[in-house]
């Protein structure tokens, strides 16, 4: 029996960390630019594993993720998610048809609908990311308050930094 096969082994990662790319010379790169590259490389292994979780593929998992900001309408969401409208009705309607999103009148303007979570789709959500969240709280036991603030300010400019390298898609 191979030692990935026995059971006696001690378990490994779920998922090994993905290794970086060789980066050409000159590259510039620092440890906490490392770090923040591991975290974003672990995105896309989570966001499946929430959306295999909720029983929902990952555009209905990223639909969802907009619907639960603020409700949009279905010309609206197909723009987000970069499909057709004729794709985004069809998930919106495998969305409702597992009573994750219900469609209603808008209230700004009656003539168009809305696509806005359930009560049902909000708990489903929410049961799969609490576990991450409170972990992720825990993961700041140990901080200074000066250093939580350094940790802030810094995810703040990242942030700003991808919003701007996102503004030209």
Sequence with gaps: MSSDMDATAAP???????PRPEAPPGWRTSDLADALYA???AMPDLRAAVAHRLGLNLSEVDAMQHLMAEPVGPVELSRRLHMTSAS???????????GHVVREPDPQDGRRRVVR????????????IRPMVSDLVDAEDGLSARERA??????????????AHTDTW
């Design 117 to 128: 979570p359930t009560a049902q789709g909000q708990v489903a959500v929410f049961d799969q």
């Design 88 to 98: 985004a009705t069809v998930l919106v309607d495998r969305l409702e048809e597992a």
């Design 150 to 163: 350094a940790v802030k300010a810094y995810l703040e400019r990242v942030l700003d930094v991808l919003r």
């Design 39 to 41: 975290v974003l490389n």
């Design 12 to 18: 490994g990662p779920p998922h090994p960390e993905k």
